[in-house]
């Protein structure tokens, strides 16, 4: 089953708010990344607290977790932004256990700006994984799968990346999360090719559209309302629920720092996203 999800911050900066708009647009889960208006990383004890609760007595619950962990300029040789990187996971996997929520997304570190095109994981393999290790280790004693995400701007920006990082640590704690769109945007086929490396290992899908050349190698413009673009949602959810993939597929709008409940035209595009994949999911038949 492929269960519709939102970001809990692309329909308002308060989460019983934004909830009460899932649940008007007729989607039950929400992915957590911020919380009035800040990272989830930057949550209190008290915000966790709150949104236990509403979550608790309400129709809408929490998916997991997206966080920031390991991107937006953490390299793997700033050993000052890794060390706050880890405090902040240390503090994002005691929310989880708290939320009971096992799953959180997290990135393949940032490559160094100033020499970007000469940063590759094949050449920086060993201090990927060495800077990894700690992590996957606080995953699975927190019993939380770290669920990477690829990303144009790290190491980890195709199927294959990902695969090869998966195989190495061979842990129920160590997933892909599938951004369709970033693996298409860092030069991956995504589907079907990029598909074959990670199908078994997708803990977690995220859903944003794009327009591609004819040869559907390059991106040329991101974010159109989903099943308007050139990514084949229908077949690749098709193959997913063949392949036994039974979770969520969490649309991205990235409406930051305004939110749907804040802008009507913002309603209304977020609206039209969960039309787009729910008439997806039923012209391919995948129960939802």
């Given at each position: 089953m492929i269960r519709p999800c939102l970001f809990n911050d692309d329909l308002a900066?308060?989460?019983?708010?934004?909830?009460?708009?899932?649940?008007?647009?007729?989607?039950?889960?929400?992915?957590?990344r911020n919380i009035n208006g800040m990272p989830i990383g930057q949550a209190t004890s008290q915000d966790i607290k709150n949104i236990k609760a509403i979550a608790a007595n309400?129709?809408?619950?929490?998916?997991?977790?997206?966080?920031?962990?390991?991107?937006k300029g953490c390299t793997i040789v700033n050993d000052s932004m890794y060390k706050q990187?880890?405090?902040?996971?240390?503090?994002?996997?005691?929310f989880c256990q708290e939320l009971d929520v096992r799953k959180v997304r997290v990135f393949g570190f940032d490559k160094v700006k100033a020499d970007f095109r000469n940063?590759?994981?094949e050449g920086y393999f060993d201090q990927v994984i060495d800077k990894l290790t700690e992590p996957?280790?606080?995953?699975?004693?927190?019993?939380?799968?770290?669920?990477?995400?690829?990303?144009?701007?790290?190491?980890?920006?195709?199927?294959?990346d990902l695969s090869k990082v998966v195989k190495t640590f061979n842990s129920d704690y160590v997933k892909v999360c599938w951004d369709v769109g970033n693996a298409w945007n860092a030069g991956d086929m995504?589907?079907?090719?990029?598909?074959?490396?990670?199908?078994?290992?997708?803990a977690h899908v995220h859903i944003k559209d794009l327009k591609l050349n004819a040869e559907k190698n390059r991106v040329l413009s991101d974010r159109v309302v989903t099943g308007t673009g050139?990514?084949?949602?229908g077949p690749i959810f098709s193959a997913l629920h063949?392949?036994?993939?039974?979770?969520?597929?969490?649309?991205?709008?990235?409406?930051?720092p305004w939110t749907a409940d804040l802008r009507p035209y913002l309603m209304d595009r977020v609206t039209a996203d969960v039309q787009g994949l729910k008439k997806i999911l039923d012209d391919v038949g995948v129960p939802y």
């Open positions: 900066h308060t989460f019983d708010k934004s909830v009460e708009v899932a649940e008007k647009l007729g989607v039950g889960f929400l992915e957590l309400g129709p809408v619950k929490i998916a997991s977790v997206g966080s920031l962990v390991f991107a990187q880890m405090e902040i996971l240390e503090k994002v996997l005691s940063h590759s994981l996957v280790r606080m995953a699975e004693k927190a019993g939380v799968v770290l669920m990477f995400e690829p990303e144009f701007e790290t190491y980890l920006g195709t199927a294959e995504a589907y079907p090719d990029g598909y074959e490396f990670i199908k078994n290992d997708i050139d990514i084949p949602w063949k392949d036994g993939y039974d979770g969520h597929a969490c649309i991205e709008c990235n409406f930051i």
